[in-house]
Nanobody, 124 residues
């Protein structure tokens, strides 16, 4: 079992930055692949970024590539999403997720555990 709690969301102007954190409890955090998803009102949840257990390989949606960076600190059982050059279209609730099986990390069904989400609002 994994319990995930996101933090770091807020209101920011376009072009600004935010750093999201996801703190995990459970004995096997370091064995999980981790991902970030987001969902805007009336929209489906979409993939943002993912990172394998070792941190050696990362994946990004085309819409955030070059602006967002995912990282993890297994000693602290925490995964991060650094978001730079934010745009109004980045406005959404951001969710942290953990996958026991890291074979496919680019869609929601690939994950086993989810946090409650943190709101990010980018004003123009």
């Amino acid at each position: 079992q994994a319990q995930l709690v996101e933090s770091g969301g807020g209101l920011v102007q376009a072009g600004g930055s935010l750093r999201l954190s996801c703190a995990a409890s459970g004995r096997t955090f370091s064995s999980y692949a981790m991902g970030w998803f987001r969902q805007a009102p009336g929209k489906e949840r979409e993939f943002v970024a993912a990172i394998v257990w070792s941190g050696a390989i990362t994946y990004y949606a085309d819409s955030v590539k070059g602006r967002f960076t995912i990282s993890r600190d297994n000693a602290k059982s925490t995964v991060y999403l650094q978001m730079n050059s934010l745009k109004p279209e980045d406005t959404a609730t951001y969710y942290c997720a953990a996958a026991e099986n890291g074979s496919y990390l680019l869609t929601s069904p690939g994950y086993d555990y989810w946090g409650q989400g943190t709101q990010v609002t980018v004003s123009s």
